[in-house]
Every structure is written in C-alpha cells, then in structure tokens.
C-alpha cells in the first residue's frame, strides 16, 4: 500500500493514542458537533509543519516536534483555527470553499510554501490522491451530502481490516470530510473520528455517482509552490 512517508498525527487521549484528531474530542460542542472539516485541516497543517517545514510555523508554538500532541494542546489549536481560519456555520460547519479558504490563508499568513484547491475533475480523483502520497501530503477527502434527496441517509461505508485480513464495515459517513493516509488497487486506508478505518475506491465512486455529485465528493489538492 501506498503510505505517507513519516508517521500521521496522534492524539495522547490518556485512554490511549488516536490515528489523527477527532472532533467528538473537542471541549467546544459546535467543533463536536460539525467540526469535522477543521480537525481535518488542521491534522494537515501539522504534518506539513511538522516533516516539511525547516522552520516551523509560528501558530504551532509549543507542539512537541514529533510523537503524540497532547490531547489539550491539540484543542487549543483547534479551537485557535476555528476562529482565526475556519469560522463554523451554527450546525452545518464549513463546506469546501471555506475549508480551501482558511487553507490558503493559513499557508500565506504562516509562510508555509504550497497551495490549496479543490480538484473538481472526477476522473482524476485517483491519481491525485496517488501523487499526493507520494509527495508526502496527506489527503482531505470529502463525501459530499445526499443529492438531490440532501435529507437521504445514504452513506460511505467506513472499514475495519481485521485479523486475518478481511474487511468488516463498522460506519458510516456523508457530508464528511476525513484524510487519505494511504492507498492501494482497491482500498484507502483513512483517518476519521481519532481511528483508523479502510474505504473501498468502487463504493466511494458509486456514492458519488448515485447517491450525491461528484462535485462534492472531491479531494483538496495541496500542492508545494514551485517558485
């Protein structure tokens, strides 16, 4: 499988560690509640800062430079982004744009030198993925909300791979952003909710395609500026 190259963000949850940052985590009920694109944004912030950075950013101050975050810590920044970059709508959060937004302002404002955007052409969801990794930056995915049914319970099916190497389904996700880490022919190895969890590609391109818009269902491209 196809990996990012250095070790994901954890969370020290002092019950254990988390596989990436979860909004349930949060002492902030609206990040609890809709803040699943800020925890993603910001799990990319800080591997970015923490293994492509020779100088790390200023707003991560005090972040140990490798190993878990601490649990509070990580609030903190959390709740210092939801302000500062990633404002939230009361109960609906932030939808693409405004995540795209407080990407590229976070980048220019702590001088971090890459690019955001949407990569809306579906037939190269993929491969965009694919360079990503191979870059070395982690992927925020998006399942886009039921369309045109927006109230529908359609859902992405969310993976655990078990002992012997199968795949169990254990949940479910639409109007969701969550990170790509990892992926193969078949699979994408994700982090969502502070735990590690498998989609399979064909179930996610048919969700896009049936059951919401592939315009919604889309990858935020980060790219490193070339000059």
């Known amino acids: 499988m196809l990996s990012l190259k250095h ?42 800062n923490r293994w492509h950075l020779t100088v790390p950013a200023a707003f991560f101050d005090g972040v140990p430079e490798e190993g878990p975050v601490p649990s509070s810590l990580y609030d903190e920044c959390i709740l210092r982004m939801s302000r500062r970059f990633f404002p939230l709508i009361p109960y609906a959060g932030i939808n693409g744009l405004m995540l795209m937004a407080g990407v590229e302002r ?20 993929w491969n965009r993925i694919e360079a990503m990794l191979r870059s070395d930056v982690p992927v925020i995915l998006a399942a886009g909300p ?16 078990t002992a012997d190497g199968s795949y ?44 919401s818009l592939a315009l919604t269902c889309n990858v935020l491209l980060v790219e490193r500026k070339t000059s």
């Not at 955007?117 to 190269?124: E, L």
């Not at 880490?181 to 190895?189: F, H, N, S, V």
Request: proline share 3%; glycine share 8%.
């Open 106 to 125: 976070f980048f220019r404002e702590q001088q971090m030198p890459f690019t955001a955007r949407w990569c809306f052409a579906s037939s190269r969801l």
């Open 168 to 211: 169990r389904p254990t949940a479910g996700a639409k109007a969701h952003f969550f990170t790509v880490t990892g992926m193969d022919a078949e699979w994408l190895r994700i982090s969502s909710w502070g735990r590690l969890y498998y989609l399979n590609r064909r179930e996610f391109s048919d969700y896009a395609r049936r059951d």
């Open 7 to 48: 070790p994901y963000i954890s969370i020290d949850m002092h019950s254990g560690l988390s596989y990436g940052g979860g909004q349930q985590y949060s002492s902030d009920a609206m990040v609890r509640r809709c803040g699943c694109g800020i925890v993603a944004a910001a799990d990319l912030l800080l591997y970015l």
């Open 146 to 161: 039921n369309f045109p049914i927006i109230w529908g319970k359609k859902c992405v099916r969310f993976y655990r791979k």
